[in-house]
């Protein structure tokens, strides 16, 4: 059973500013290095090792060697989730006081499509699950969710290998379909399995190219015309 100072413990880790900073660019997936992290926190290299080094001791992150390189990620999909969760009830606690948010370009492609560690989220995660939903080739509400024999179909034919969403050869335990609520559209989108297989197709394709260094991915010409094609969704607002 999880003790109240444990959970005290990983508020504790995740409220620090610096550490917030690097746990949300993680989100997006990628293996980063302690002076990338360290330009994101805002800190010196010394201080993002220290924070990083608390991270890793409380599985939060994990660290993967390379050479002489040391690569830094999130140790799991749950980390992920709980950091979406945060978002959630952090921007209903902005909407509640009332405070002035400026929204840029960023923030903007941001709310449109990014990445939620290794699927996505936004808007277009949102478009994407009413189709595969109204085409039934999923099943899904708020506690779980599940690919159909006509999905497995469908997403066949379009590329869409879930077996295999990292191109290993291995097949993985994970659900094949989940739920996961988008802090930006208070809507449930697909993650698991279905949701890195479009992931990682969608980025082998060129359908989507990450926007600088940001958890941000804008839909290319040939994604949108993929879109409109393969699934039926013509415009994403």
Not at 98 to 115: I, S, W
């Amino acid at each position: 059973m999880v003790s109240t100072n444990q959970i005290a413990a990983i508020g504790t880790l995740v409220g620090d500013p610096a550490r917030a900073a690097i746990l949300t660019t993680l989100m997006d997936g990628r293996a980063l290095t302690a002076s990338e992290l360290a330009r994101v926190a805002g800190v010196t290299p010394q201080t993002a090792s220290s924070h990083l080094a608390q991270l890793v001791g409380a599985a939060l992150i994990e660290v993967r060697k390379q050479g002489r390189h040391r690569y830094h990620r999130l140790a799991r999909p749950e980390v992920a989730r709980m950091l979406e969760g945060i978002m959630q009830i952090a921007s209903k606690d902005a909407a509640t006081l009332q405070r002035k948010v400026v929204t840029g370009p960023r923030d903007a492609a941001m709310l449109k499509a990014r990445t939620c560690y290794d699927h996505f989220a936004g808007k277009l995660s949102i478009v994407l699950t009413d189709r595969l939903m109204e085409v039934g080739a999923i099943e899904l509400d708020n506690k779980a969710g599940l690919v159909t024999p006509k999905g497995e179909a469908y997403l066949r034919e379009r590329g869409i290998v879930i077996d295999d969403p990292g191109g290993s050869g291995r097949k993985t335990s994970r659900p094949l379909c989940r739920p996961c609520l988008d802090w930006s559209e208070r809507r449930f989108h697909i993650a698991r399995k279905l949701g890195a297989a479009i992931c990682t197709h969608f980025f082998e394709q060129g359908y989507v190219r990450r926007v600088n260094d940001s958890r941000a991915v804008t839909i290319t010409p040939k994604g949108q015309k993929a879109l409109k094609e393969k699934f039926g969704i013509s415009k994403i607002a």
